[in-house]
């Protein structure tokens, strides 16, 4: 374990940097006979909607990653680079990265490194970034609202009523 700049911690021993994603990225081009010769990698730091995203129209081949996702899962960046490769020359468009998966799934098995995840949903979503733990919904009005930690009571925001609980932690105390 290594410590950040910015004081947390990472799991993973590779260094996140333009340079070892760009030598990574260069790579799994190669492994996986991808169509792309010219890229460009920059790293976000500061917001943590998602793994990565790819800028078609203002910076063609330009791969934006997150560090504050790949923080959390360090594990994940070969697939986040895989998947953006992907669009990069597929499009923005998930129309076609079944097939584009299915291809990389039949090669990874050949070369035995098992980067690709076998399920096509993890290779196309990348892991929530946020951990909602409690979902309550208001039995007036259907509205819903989720915590992230536990909470014993939550009343709606809209109509003031009492919300109950209908998935999450289960209550502490449990009648018999």
Not at 87 to 111: A, K, M, N, R, T
Not at 145 to 153: A, C, G, N, P, T
Not at 154 to 173: A, E, I, L, T
């Amino acid at each position: 374990m290594k410590i950040l700049k910015h004081g947390r911690m990472s799991l993973s021993p590779f260094e996140f940097t333009v340079e070892n994603l760009t030598k990574v990225t260069n790579e799994l081009i190669e492994q996986f006979e991808l169509p792309i010769e010219d890229f460009k990698i920059v790293l976000r730091g500061r917001k943590y909607r998602r793994a990565a995203s790819v800028a078609i129209h203002a910076n063609p081949s330009t791969i934006y990653m997150s560090v504050p996702y790949h923080d959390r899962y360090p594990h994940d960046y070969k697939v986040t680079l895989l998947h953006e490769l992907g669009h990069i020359f597929l499009g923005l468009s998930h129309e076609e990265f079944y097939s584009y998966w299915q291809e990389l799934v039949e090669i990874d098995v050949e070369d035995g490194t098992n980067i690709v995840p076998r399920s096509f949903e993890e290779f196309r979503y990348a892991r929530s970034p946020v951990v909602l733990k409690d979902k309550w919904v208001c039995e007036a009005c259907n509205t819903v609202k989720y915590y992230k930690k536990r909470v014993h009571r939550s009343n709606c925001n809209v109509c003031g009523k009492s919300r109950q609980r209908v998935s999450g932690f289960k209550p502490m105390c449990v009648e018999v």
